[in-house]
C-alpha cells in the first residue's frame, strides 16, 4: 500500500476518533455546507470549538472552506479522504481474511 494512502488513512481516522468533529460531519452531510456559526446553533459545542474542530478536518481533508457573501465561510463536505480510508480498511481486511483463512486450514488438518 503506498504511504501517502496510509497517511491520508491516519488523518481521517484522527479526525473520526472525536465525537464532536463526527457531530460536525453528520451535520453537514445531512443537512449541507454550513458557517461555523450555523454548526455552532446546531450542536452543543461552542463556535470556538468549533472553528478548532473545522481547521482539523480542513487538515484531513474532510472539509473545504467556501467563501461566501459577506466574507461567511462556508464549509462543504469531501469525500475522497473518507474513500481512501475505506480502500485502506478493505485492503487491511482482506489481508486478515487471508491470515485467518490459513490459520482454519491449519487448525483442521
Known amino acids: 500500500m503506498p504511504p501517502d494512502v496510509e497517511a491520508v488513512a491516519e488523518q481521517v481516522f484522527v479526525a473520526l476518533a472525536d465525537p464532536s468533529r463526527r457531530a460536525i460531519l453528520a451535520t453537514l452531510a ?50 475522497a479522504p473518507m474513500q481512501v480510508a475505506q480502500q485502506f480498511l478493505a485492503a487491511l481486511a482482506r489481508d486478515w481474511d487471508g491470515s485467518l483463512d490459513a490459520l482454519r486450514e491449519h487448525l483442521e488438518r
Not at 487538515?59 to 469525500?79: F, I, N, P, W
Open 30 to 79: 445531512s443537512s449541507g455546507p454550513a458557517t461555523a456559526t450555523d454548526l455552532a446553533d446546531r450542536l452543543p459545542i461552542t463556535r470556538q470549538a468549533i472553528a478548532k474542530h473545522l481547521a482539523l478536518l480542513s487538515d484531513a481533508g474532510l472539509v473545504t472552506a467556501q467563501q461566501g457573501e459577506r466574507r461567511r465561510v462556508r464549509y462543504h463536505l469531501r469525500s
